[in-house]
């Protein structure tokens, strides 16, 4: 199963992060104290890939819309209500003419490459077959009855799109994972059934000791509490644990220094926590848990440290967290090994499923049999007909041999003499004085009888 180490963000707060001009507050530290290398200013940071089959599209109308300085100022100004509302999409008419024109190309590209995207799923249609007009309905991310031009409906439609698709994100990653710990554990079982009872009972004891050897680590800090960031304070950046500032911590771990700490910025906050659970080395650790683990503790610190809901964590938000009485005393912190991550139920309807698909693959796969099967028939049945009528010309053709007919030519056509040499050859040949036949207009006149 492949996933992604890193999850997006909504549209909106990537237009965010990328148009808003915030300069970080220059903050006093030591930096010879700090191991790990700082952001250079005026480097450019890759930002991960939100996992939308638009993503291309998305990033190239954030860059060109953040060359336009009207639009920057709005969307500096311009709240998360007016940026999901519309409003600021209406700002697109005031924009420079050669915005609206490299937008306008940006748009014609995806729409040809949505147009190829449908082809190739339709490679057995021919072209003239396909209403590429009607297909692209299905892409609600840009306005398809206007392929040539970029209109602020194009924009509205690009940013509302992209926000529902990224917030069932992460609740599709939890129902994929689901599904895969009941197919590791229906796996499991069917295996188990191949087995006699005595390799059974040492694979549940196998299975029974990796479990609780998986579970056998040191504690892990709550996510997003003192402790843990104190940690990584000290670890990863090297720094004294008794000189923890939240202000300074936050700056730090602003990786693009944009002024927030973003989804991707807080999960690398939680990599000291996940390798005490998890080790690739080991048999015993799943790196897909692993991923899950991150997302989980990444939505727990956004529920309880994100006050606006726009997934971005701001300077102000992070030091109001702080000073709550869950950042000095959390509870404990439950990894997935200490939770029931399904029921029996559960599973039990997922076999369900499982056994209705493969009931269906098989019917298919008997189809198709029956398909090839008919197939050959009906290809053994022409190749004897084939024979069959090559015996009847090799037969037609010894037959005119023995009568004296001209043999037949490798295409079948009869080798027979030009007309005048057929002619000359079959003509009587008269002797001298005998019976010849007449010019036209000649009468014959009796021959005299004499007697002796």
């Given at each position: 199963m492949k996933r992604l180490s890193v999850l997006p963000q909504q549209c909106l707060l990537l237009m965010t992060c990328l148009l808003m001009a915030l300069e970080a507050v220059p903050i006093d530290i030591d930096k010879t104290k700090v191991k790990a290398e700082g952001h250079v200013e005026g480097e450019k940071v890759e930002n991960p890939d939100t996992g939308l089959y638009y993503d291309e599209y998305l990033r190239q109308v954030i860059d060109v819309l953040e060359t336009d300085k009207h639009f920057r100022e709005k969307l500096q100004t311009a709240d998360i209500e007016e940026i999901k509302s519309g409003k600021l999409s209406r700002e697109l008419d005031l924009v420079s003419h050669h915005v609206r024109t490299r937008l306008d190309e940006l748009k014609r590209q995806e729409v040809a490459r949505l147009r190829?995207?449908?082809?190739?799923?339709?490679?057995?249609?021919?072209d003239t077959g396909i209403d590429h007009q009607?297909?692209?309905?299905?892409?609600?991310?840009?306005?398809?009855q206007n392929p040539d031009t970029f209109e602020p409906k194009d924009l509205d439609m690009l940013i509302k799109a992209a926000t529902s698709d990224l917030e069932n994100y992460d609740k599709t990653r939890h129902e994929e994972f689901k599904k895969y710990e009941m197919m590791k554990e229906h796996e499991r079982r069917e295996y188990l059934k191949t087995l006699d009872e005595e390799k059974r009972k040492r694979e549940e004891s196998k299975?029974?000791?990796?479990?609780?050897?998986?579970?056998?680590?040191?504690k892990v800090h709550h996510p997003g509490s003192k402790d843990q960031l104190k940690e990584v304070w000290e670890e990863a950046d090297g720094l004294d644990p008794n000189e923890f500032d939240p202000k300074t911590f936050f700056k730090l771990h602003d990786v693009n220094n944009d002024?927030?700490?973003?989804?991707?910025?807080?999960?690398?906050l939680f990599t000291k926590e996940l390798e005490k659970v998890y080790d690739p080395k080991n048999e015993e650790d799943d790196m897909v848990e692993m991923e899950e683990e991150r997302l989980r503790m990444r939505e727990h610190v956004m529920n309880e440290v994100d006050i606006n809901k726009d997934r971005l964590v701001t300077l102000e938000e992070f030091l109001r967290a702080t000073e709550k009485k869950e950042f000095l005393e959390p509870d404990s912190w439950e990894t997935l090994d200490q939770q029931q991550l399904f029921t029996?139920?559960?599973?039990?309807?997922?076999?369900?499923?499982?056994?209705?698909?493969?009931?269906?693959?098989?019917?298919k796969a008997e189809e198709l049999q029956k398909q090839k099967e008919e197939l050959q028939r009906q290809h053994d049945q022409l190749q004897a007909q084939k024979q069959e009528l090559q015996q009847v010309v090799k037969q037609m053709e010894q037959k005119k041999l023995q009568q004296g007919s001209p043999p037949a030519g490798p295409g079948g056509e009869l080798k027979i003499q030009p007309p005048a040499e057929h002619k000359a050859a079959d003509a009587p040949q008269h002797p001298a004085g005998g019976d010849q036949p007449l010019p036209p207009g000649h009468i014959q006149e009796p021959a005299v009888r004499t007697d002796p």
């Open positions: 190829m995207l449908i082809k190739a799923k339709m490679d057995s249609v021919q009607a297909l692209l309905k299905q892409f609600e991310h840009l306005n398809h299975f029974e000791e990796m479990k609780k050897k998986h579970g056998d680590h040191p002024g927030f700490l973003d989804e991707q910025e807080l999960e690398a029996e139920d559960e599973l039990k309807e997922f076999e369900n499923h499982i056994s209705q698909q493969e009931d269906e693959l098989r019917k």
